[in-house]
Structures are given as C-alpha cells and as structure tokens.
C-alpha cells in the first residue's frame, strides 16, 4: 500500500483508488430539455416622468413647504393633521395618474372632401 504524504494535495496518480475517486464524483445530469436559443431585445426608454416620481417630489416638497412656513410665520402646525392631508392629497393624485396618466391622446385625422 502506498503511503500519503500529509503535505500533499491529495492522492498521486501512481495510487490504484483514484479511479474509483473520478467515478464516484457526481455527474451533471443530460438535460431532456431541447435546446433553445432567445433572443433578447430590449424595450424602448419610457417617455416622459412617471405620474409617481411627480407626486412624491410634490409630496416631499409639501413637507418642506409647510417646515419652512411654520419657521417664518412662527406658527406651529399639528403635524398629524398636516401628514394626514399630505397622504390624502398623495393619494388621489396616485389614483388619477393611474386612471388617466397611462392613456395616449390620440388625434383624429379629419379629412375634407
């Protein structure tokens, strides 16, 4: 029986069990899947801003409006009240991008006879 060197990698080649080493080592399984080949195409870049990027800056800029109004008018807002009408005016304007903002005007051609 041949000996192991504790500082190798693993058995030599000149050791009788690396065949049964490379046999037992998993194999991938054949696929029975037929081979198919995508082609991949990418989408056009969305025109305009989104109807959401608009109402959370308008959001955002309520919130900083009404900071910095209550600074200078020196008036102290009820902060729950004011971010339950922030929500409520977020809201709606989400509803109505949605309903309305995804149509295409489209025209009509007229023709004159």
Do not use: C
């Not at 998993?26 to 081979?35: F, L, Y």
């Not at 080949?37 to 308008?58: F, I």
């Amino acid at each position: 029986m041949t000996e192991l060197n504790p500082y190798s990698a693993g058995p030599s080649q000149d050791d009788p069990t690396t065949p049964a080493i490379e046999a037992a080592k998993p194999q991938p399984a054949p696929s029975t899947q037929p081979e198919t080949h995508l082609e991949t195409t990418t989408a056009p870049p969305p025109k305009g801003v989104s109807g959401g990027t608009v109402v959370w800056g308008l959001v955002l800029l309520a919130i900083a409006a009404i900071g910095g109004a209550s600074q200078l008018l020196n008036v102290n807002p009820d902060p729950v009240l004011s971010g339950a009408g922030i929500l409520l005016g977020a809201g709606v304007l989400l509803v109505l991008f949605a309903a309305f903002g995804g149509r295409k005007q489209r025209r009509r051609k007229t023709t004159r006879a």
